[in-house]
């Protein structure tokens, strides 16, 4: 019902910046919260930033000051501005979004499949 494209991921040298984008589609009536999740590997997955609608961007105190969450609401868009990069910050991100879809009442959350992020030198 609803898919979800990041884009943005690549390889940075420690101190770089990356911008991630994730962009959903499908018949959604109203999305609640759209927010980025990292894996690394043989890690559990774990917040990063989380943007609910009508309320305040959280983050991970792992990276306050170093990553700012934002949305572009018309293109049903969420970003992630990841400055001053470490080698820790190596993982996928993944996005995820909960919204109301058109057929249903209540709402639902979805993934998207990931977008790699290397810290290195």
């Known amino acids: 019902q609803v898919h979800l494209v990041e884009s943005g991921g690549g390889l940075v040298q420690p101190g770089g910046s990356l911008r991630l984008s994730c962009a959903a589609s499908?018949?959604?009536?109203?999305?609640?919260?759209m927010g980025w999740y990292r894996q690394a590997p043989e890690k559990a997955r774990e917040l990063v930033a989380i943007?609910?609608?009508?309320?305040?961007?959280s983050y991970a105190s792992s990276v306050k000051g170093r990553f700012t969450i934002s949305r572009d609401n018309a293109k049903n868009t969420v970003y992630l501005q990841m400055n001053d990069l470490k080698p820790e910050d190596t993982a996928v991100y993944l996005c995820?979004?909960?919204?109301?879809?058109?057929?249903?009442?209540?709402?639902?959350?979805?993934w998207g499949q990931g977008t790699q992020v290397t810290v290195s030198s």
């Open positions: 995820k979004t909960v919204v109301t879809i058109l057929s249903r009442r209540i709402p639902d959350e979805y």
């Open positions: 499908g018949s959604i009536s109203s999305i609640h919260a």
């Open positions: 943007d609910a609608t009508g309320g305040s961007p």
